[in-house]
């Protein structure tokens, strides 16, 4: 994207197919009822309902039969936000759904028109309101969620050293990009080696490791709970090559790509 971030009106009377995005998204639906099937889980969307994704995520929008779904997109890049909000958010967590209610329901709405309204009519300040009211979205989405929920999520990092934990929220956010150990070592601020030692030594296993369980766990949702061709679920894990993604999905679960798809579609766990 030429800015960082981008906000939308969508008008949605069809099916989108399940996708994902290079780009982070908030949506918000203002009316209409359906089904947001996200990681191949499915929720009930109506008016209130807010989700916040990331390029680890996949969806799909269902919208019932006979409704029209209104929603606000707010897409953006992940250096839109400030770094203390970002590792706040997404310590414990990777996306986040839920549905406002009341009140609640109108101030976030609020909230987006008045980006809407920033967007259509930019002048002086404007980044700066936008950011903030975007960033007050983030912080009240955070709240309603919850600590006590959020500390469930299968990633819990907060005794970690915090250029580690930098490196694996970096991680969970980049991993189907061509990414490396030195890049990532960069990015913390720490030499490759001594990062490398580092993260082994934090989170109990290696770079490279930790790196594929997150490709590999992408792999597996999308097999599970989409028809997508084995060739466009390897490239979108960030594996290079069917050879290397069809040895390495066979080594994690005992069995080919196909083969545990046939096994197990249908399935999201």
Not at 6 to 16: A, E, G, N, S
Not at 79 to 99: G, K, V
Request: glycine letters at 6%.
């Amino acid at each position: 994207m030429s800015s960082p971030f981008r906000i939308y009106k969508h008008v949605l009377d069809h099916k989108i197919q399940t996708h994902w995005h290079e780009f982070f998204e908030m949506a918000f639906v203002v009316s209409g009822k359906g089904t947001h099937v996200l990681n191949g889980e499915p929720f009930p969307l109506e008016r209130g309902m807010a989700f916040l994704l990331t390029t680890a995520d996949f969806h799909e929008i269902i919208p019932d039969e006979g409704e029209t779904i209104h929603l606000y997109d707010f897409i953006f890049e992940d250096s839109f936000i400030r770094p203390a909000l970002s590792e706040m958010l997404f310590e414990h967590a990777s996306h986040y759904a839920h549905t406002f209610e009341g009140a609640l329901a109108n101030g976030i709405e609020a909230e987006f028109d008045r980006i809407w309204e920033e967007t259509q009519l930019w002048q002086l300040g404007s980044d700066m309101v936008v950011q903030g009211s975007f960033e007050r979205i983030l912080i009240e989405l955070f709240r309603q969620i919850g600590r006590q929920k959020l500390a469930a999520e299968p990633v819990a990092i907060t005794a970690v050293h915090p250029s580690i934990r930098k490196s694996v929220i970096y991680i969970q956010h980049h991993f189907r990009e061509p990414i490396t150990l030195h890049k990532v070592a960069e990015h913390v601020g720490l030499s490759a080696n001594y990062f490398s030692e580092c993260f082994r030594k934090q989170t109990g296993t290696s770079f490279q490791e930790h790196l594929q369980e997150k490709r590999l766990q992408f792999a597996r949702a999308l097999l599970c709970s989409t028809p997508l061709p084995i060739t466009e679920i390897c490239y979108a894990s960030g594996f290079n090559t069917i050879p290397n993604f069809e040895r390495s999905f066979k080594r994690k679960f005992d069995l080919a790509p196909r083969d545990y798809r046939k096994i197990n579609k249908g399935t999201h766990n």
